[in-house]
């Protein structure tokens, strides 16, 4: 039997993983030295259509108290940067004002969204140049939020 060996580093974790040869419709694994067995709803060679959805990249890191964050993406604009509604969702809050100065990672609006509160975090510091929406507003996927300089 053939085995083969990978390294994966996900979301800032190392995961070490042997995959030996199918047999049939069920693979044996090992992620980190803890084994697992896994059937697949076909044997290999079966041939069954797969859709994969594509997701755009998201910038993960930690804060200083070691949570994940999100960075949201920003769109360069003249004199500054534009921070997007990562998803679609409704302003429930926002913490920041025109002339405040923000940090990298600093959150400036609060976004509820599938009954979630989502932290908007933007990537970049600088100074808030302008607000583009109101609490209570609806904003699409990479919707303008604000904009900073």
């Known amino acids: 039997m053939n085995q083969k060996e990978y390294k994966y580093k996900i979301n800032g974790i190392k995961f070490n993983v042997k995959v030996d040869d199918p047999e049939g419709n069920t693979v044996h694994v090992e992620v980190n030295g803890v084994p697992y067995t896994v059937e697949m709803d076909k044997a290999p060679g079966e041939k069954k259509a797969v859709t994969i959805p594509v997701k755009k990249p998201q910038n993960v890191v930690r804060n200083e108290a070691g949570e994940k964050v999100v960075l949201k993406p920003v769109a360069p604009v003249s004199g500054g940067y534009i921070v997007k509604a990562p998803l679609p969702g409704t302003i429930m809050s926002i913490p920041v004002k025109v002339g405040d100065t923000v940090s990298n990672g600093q959150t400036v609006c609060i976004l509820e969204a599938m009954k979630m509160e989502n932290d908007i975090?933007?990537?970049?510091?600088?100074?808030?140049?302008?607000?583009?929406?109101?609490?209570?507003?609806?904003?699409?996927?990479?919707?303008?939020?604000?904009?900073?300089e």
Do not use: R, S, Y
């Not at 933007?122 to 919707?143: R, S």
């Open 121 to 148: 975090h933007t990537p970049k510091g600088g100074k808030v140049k302008e607000i583009l929406v109101n609490v209570g507003d609806a904003v699409p996927q990479d919707g303008n939020i604000m904009i900073l």
